[in-house]
């Protein structure tokens, strides 16, 4: 029997709807999605806020740094293509799939320079203990020192990796890279055109069913990754995604 690829609704599903939105979220919980992702940053103030970017200007009408916010100020920051809507918190994005039957893949970002935001995994694991997700949340990271906290903090939890050019880079390649990774997660996720570049060298290291593909957003690429034999693909476009795994798999 063939692998059917699970899809991951991107920020939500970027594309479609505002990233990393309540609106993007309930949005994507009504499509034959496989599971949802999104980011997390602390701010200094002790929230976690769901947001890609270090800072506010891309996605927000704020400006600074998302780490800089004061205590309940991202309840002004609107995000840019919603009616009004603001930053939500971490604890309110759970909510939204509190009762769903899709897994969370919790992405824990770092600050603009690279740098790990002290008790941020502390502060992820002690929200995620409100919530009976067991095992549909997967906390992920561009980062092994992350990681390990993850496994330190939460060690029966399921975890996943992300890996693109830069990351790769500063960790001496894709396969050190790899190599690095694997032993921490159950996940390995790889940027796909890099995934493309190193396929025999990463399966050599990774079986392929552990392996996921990111950002799949065109037809073509869409369709081309939901025929190889792994995991997942991430996308910012999950009705893309649906419709093309329905006409694959009927």
């Known amino acids: 029997m063939s692998i059917v690829v699970q899809i991951v609704g991107h920020r939500g599903g970027r594309n479609v709807w505002p990233e990393n939105s309540l609106l993007g979220f309930r949005k994507v919980l009504e499509m034959a999605v496989d599971a949802v992702e999104f980011d997390v940053h602390l701010t200094k103030a002790g929230e976690l806020l769901v947001i890609h970017d270090p800072t506010l200007e891309r996605t927000t009408t704020g400006t600074g740094k998302v780490a800089e916010l004061a205590p309940c100020a991202h309840r002004e920051v609107v995000l840019r293509g ?23 893949h919790v992405e824990l970002k770092s600050d603009g320079d ?19 997700f067991g095992e549909r949340a997967m906390l992920t990271s561009f980062d ?18 992300s890996i693109d050019r830069e990351s790769a880079a500063r960790l001496g390649g894709v396969e050190t890279a790899v190599r690095h990774f ?27 069913g552990r392996l996921a593909a990111w950002t799949v957003n065109d037809e073509a690429e869409i369709d081309h990754w939901l025929r190889q034999p792994i995991r997942s693909i991430t996308t910012d ?3 893309l995604a649906v419709a093309a795994k329905e006409r694959l798999h009927g």
């Open 82 to 104: 919603s009616e009004g809507e603001t930053i939500p918190t971490l604890a309110e994005v759970l909510e939204v799939f509190r009762d769903a039957r899709i897994d969370l």
């Open 114 to 132: 690279h740098v790990p935001y002290p008790g941020i995994v502390e502060a992820v694991v002690a929200v995620l203990a409100g919530f009976d």
């Open 144 to 161: 092994p020192d992350v990681l390990g906290l993850i496994r330190d903090a939460l060690p029966e939890g399921r975890r996943l990796c």
């Open 182 to 208: 694997e032993p921490l997660v159950e996940v390995v996720a790889i940027q796909k055109d890099l995934m493309r570049e190193h396929w025999d060298a990463i399966t050599a290291l990774v079986e392929p």
């Open 237 to 239: 476009r999950p009705d």
